[in-house]
């Protein structure tokens, strides 16, 4: 039944004025919307941890579901390269005009060597197809709509399991049906590589499969150097097409070249790639939405063709991207006095997620724990799988007031010097 149609004493004002009575209008009853078929969907899972944190009054509460960067305060921070890169924008007077469709010729080729290493052999042949977009998701979003599109051999998109929440969402919303391959092991808290190389090597030839470049999200879990060189072996032998979500380039171990090892590993190997990458973590520009979205081309022509495509299918998403998010990264990468700056801004946040990492570990001993926990300092990056239970995650947030996704994820970046001995308290009380 539809909801009750209330009429104000002003509407019924107009309809006695035009000559039309109260009860010649229709009845309440048989008033229908055009979206009484609309279900409600289901609440963020993310968002309903913050949510819930905001509403507790426990001042000892804890946020560790948020995916953002602050310092040992808890307070959000502003790169002081960013500071700078904005102050010279600001003085430059810049306008407002629109961006191409594909962003900058400059943000492109800059973003591009940042990933593939300065000198490389794809930018400096111009084999790549770069292009801008909004933020990591979506600069997948226009790579997902490229390979639905033009990618003939296969429709399936392989991602590691667990993966990020919106991955599947997104593969789907292009057209591509999602498959997962083993990734994450349980036991150990720890890489499942056996399982990971079984798996991919019975995925159907030429199929999408996609890799975190590194600081893989949700677990923290990446593969070794040896183990990428493995992996990039079976995915070449299947002819498989491997797609790069790279998000924390630079914020998973400080060093944004160890960060690459993966994506520049398989290019040396001879894959043809894709690459998806966000300027959210590693600069703080979370509201800025800066990324891109690059494919490695075999000719300068190839380059060409992908781009006219790309521009299409970005023309009717979004038009063009937007600009100052893209004009701080390029002034960053641009300028050497500033990228110097940057790379010790990065290198500090990963420090600070490092640091927690061992202070967990640490504090959990002085509480008494005889579980083993060094997967918390083996996994990288901004989150961390705990290995808790759900029914212990429960326990965490209705006796603690610590707040996290039922999986057990951690956002470290929630972790503080004031905070760390609560929240190992806590764990300890829940796992003994």
């Not at 996609?210 to 999200?217: F, Y």
């Not at 707040?403 to 796992?431: C, E, M, P, W």
Request: glycine share 8%; with cysteine; aromatic share 10%.
């Amino acid at each position: 039944m539809a909801a009750p149609f209330i009429v104000s004493a002003a509407r019924r004002m107009i309809l006695a004025s035009s000559g039309m009575k109260f009860n010649q209008m229709v009845t309440v009853t048989q008033i229908r919307t055009k979206w009484d078929n609309v279900e409600m969907g289901p609440p963020d899972a993310i968002l309903g941890v913050t949510e819930a944190y905001k509403k507790d009054a426990n001042p000892k509460k804890i946020n560790l579901g948020v995916g953002a960067y602050r310092d040992d305060n808890g307070k959000p921070f502003v790169l002081p390269s960013v500071k700078q890169a904005e102050k010279i924008l600001f003085d430059a007077l810049l306008d407002h005009e629109y961006a191409p469709i594909g962003g900058t010729p400059e943000y492109c080729k800059a973003v591009a060597e940042l990933a593939f290493g300065d000198g490389n052999n794809v930018v400096k042949n111009g084999l790549n197809a770069t292009v801008q977009g909004i933020s990591g998701t979506g600069s997948l979003r226009i790579g997902l709509a490229f390979l639905s599109k033009w990618y003939q051999p296969s429709k399936v998109v392989y991602i590691p399991s667990p993966s990020w929440g919106n991955h599947t969402p997104l593969i789907k919303h292009s057209g591509l049906e999602v498959k997962q391959y083993r990734y994450y092991d349980p036991k150990t808290c720890g890489f499942d590589f056996k399982g990971a190389l079984a798996d991919i090597g019975n995925i159907p030839d030429s199929s999408i499969i996609l890799l975190h470049a590194c600081a893989h999200n949700p677990t923290g879990v990446d593969p070794k150097p040896e183990e990428w060189k493995e992996l990039s072996a079976v995915i070449k032998k299947k002819n498989l097409f491997p797609y790069f979500d790279m998000a924390y380039q630079g914020f998973a171990s400080g060093d944004v070249d160890k960060d690459a090892f993966a994506v520049r590993l398989f290019l040396t190997e001879g894959h043809t790639i894709a690459l998806a990458q966000s300027f959210a973590k590693n600069m703080g520009l979370y509201g800025e939405r800066a990324g891109a979205f690059t494919v490695v081309c075999s000719s300068e022509e190839e380059t060409k063709r992908v781009m006219s495509q790309l521009k299409i299918l970005i023309r009717p998403m979004y038009s063009n991207p937007p600009v100052h998010g893209a004009r701080i990264v390029h002034t960053i990468l641009s300028r050497p006095d500033l990228k110097k700056i940057w790379l010790g801004d990065v290198k500090l946040m990963a420090d600070r997620i490092i640091t927690m990492r061992t202070k967990i570990v640490e504090n959990l001993k002085k509480e008494g724990s005889s579980l083993n926990w060094q997967h918390i300092t083996d996994q990288i990056g901004m989150f961390c799988f705990t290995g808790l239970k759900p029914d212990q995650v429960e326990r965490l947030t209705k006796e603690f007031s610590i707040f996290l996704t039922k999986d057990g994820r951690i956002s470290v970046a929630g972790v503080t010097s004031g905070n760390v001995g609560y929240l190992a308290n806590a764990i300890h009380q829940v796992t003994k």
